[in-house]
């Protein structure tokens, strides 16, 4: 009944290609995001959207934690948390997302406050959350591997943005060059130990299919965005309507 | 600090306006399906990601009797596992809503396999199912008033269908029928225990906030379905692809 495994590199490529066809860098609203076609208020709402994914990831974190009894792991993985929560030399990542939102003329109080955030968002990110509370710490580390194809989109964005937006410089994007330098070892890290324990054939299709379903997060959350901002936009009830939590500033001008 | 609590009555009135407001009845979706303007595609992908809310309702309703100590109430609540699941005189809901599928060409097999609903469908239901295995009795219970807005939709479901689309039959369309039986019922009691349980101000606000929730879980399905399927549409990955699914008279047609 039982399959034999994949080698190890073969089950990588297999990865990896859930990448290629699944990735949100795919998706239109990026390709817009990166090459400039974005209004300002597209911008906006991307950021809100995603500042919700931000203030989640500790907590996924954490919930991950939660359940691994080897300290090694926890001490392993205990980086992603400081990386987002910031320590006493690192602002963290939620303060640089927070940044970039001042920057594109939103009042960080409102983006930290997850007011406006669109229903879809939050369904897709809790989702994650609880999948990683409620699945084998095997799915939980695969689902985190979307991190494989991380680099090259933010490359992409920092590019893109700085190209395209009057907004963007250096301290607006400090997220994503900060990510740049964090996410290498996180994710190598993660790949080695989902190689290492996916050692059956049903465990590799069991890691594989948590890492779509990860893909299906991250896509889900840019569907709701050019749903809701991108015409025809239809904002769901409760959704951010633009004008909203915006810096004085941003206001007048 | 805490205000007093609002009369029934006027509580009552607040859980009404939230439906006038924020029921999905009001999304364009649904007008254009009792309108008539769905292609027999757009039907199909209602059907089916329709279908994934109705295979888990009852879960959900096991989630709340599982957290329920009182007899009294869980005999109360059952006759809904009843009604969706079928009893030996009552095929139930779940077997109506594969009448449904297959009236409009679908393969039922196929429909019941869950394949191809959109993810930002699970998320938004699993996150109904969810809601009421963490949260309170009270939000339990409040989030399933959107069963007070119901009957109106589904009578103007039935004769939008009937007028406007060739498989419409009162054997297709029983599954809205028999609802129309057995909502009132349902949303009376859990009405009055709303009112009556929500008897502190703060109270009042969780259960008004419950069922906000309730109405952007209905909400985000059918903003899927208008992105995924509805021109400019974009199906997500993994999301149905037309063609796939049909019985073979569909098929041949």
């Not at 597209?42 to 203030?55: D, E, G, K, L, M």
Request: hydrophobic share 45%.
């Amino acid at each position: 009944m039982t399959e034999p495994a994949a080698s190890p590199a073969a089950f990588e490529a297999r990865l990896r290609r859930i990448g290629a066809e699944r990735y949100h860098d795919l998706h239109p609203f990026h390709h817009r995001l990166h090459g400039g076609g974005c209004t300002p208020d597209q911008v906006r709402a991307w950021v809100i959207n995603r500042y919700y994914y931000q203030h989640s990831i500790p907590m996924k974190d954490a919930a991950f934690m939660s359940r691994v009894e080897d300290p090694a792991l926890r001490r392993a993985w205990r980086s992603r948390i400081e990386d987002h929560d910031g320590t006493d030399t690192n602002e963290g990542g939620i303060r640089r997302w927070l940044r970039l939102a001042e920057a594109v003329g939103l009042d960080p109080d409102y983006v930290a406050s997850c007011e406006g955030v669109l229903p879809a968002t939050r369904f897709a990110v809790d989702a994650y959350v609880r999948f990683v509370r409620e699945k084998t710490l095997l799915e939980a580390v695969a689902a985190s591997l979307t991190e494989l194809f991380a680099p090259a989109i933010h490359a992409r964005r920092i590019e893109g943005l700085l190209r395209n937006y009057a907004f963007a410089n250096d301290a607006a994007l400090s997220y994503f060059r900060q990510r740049l330098n964090e996410a290498p070892k996180d994710v190598a890290f993660g790949l080695q130990w989902v190689l290492d324990h996916a050692d059956t054939d049903e465990k590799q299709d069991a890691a594989a299919k948590a890492l779509i379903f990860k893909t299906d997060v991250l896509w889900a959350q840019l569907d709701a965005l050019e749903s809701a901002y991108v015409l025809p936009a239809r904002i769901p009830p409760g959704g951010w309507v633009p004008g909203e939590g915006l810096l004085s500033r941003a206001r007048a001008s």
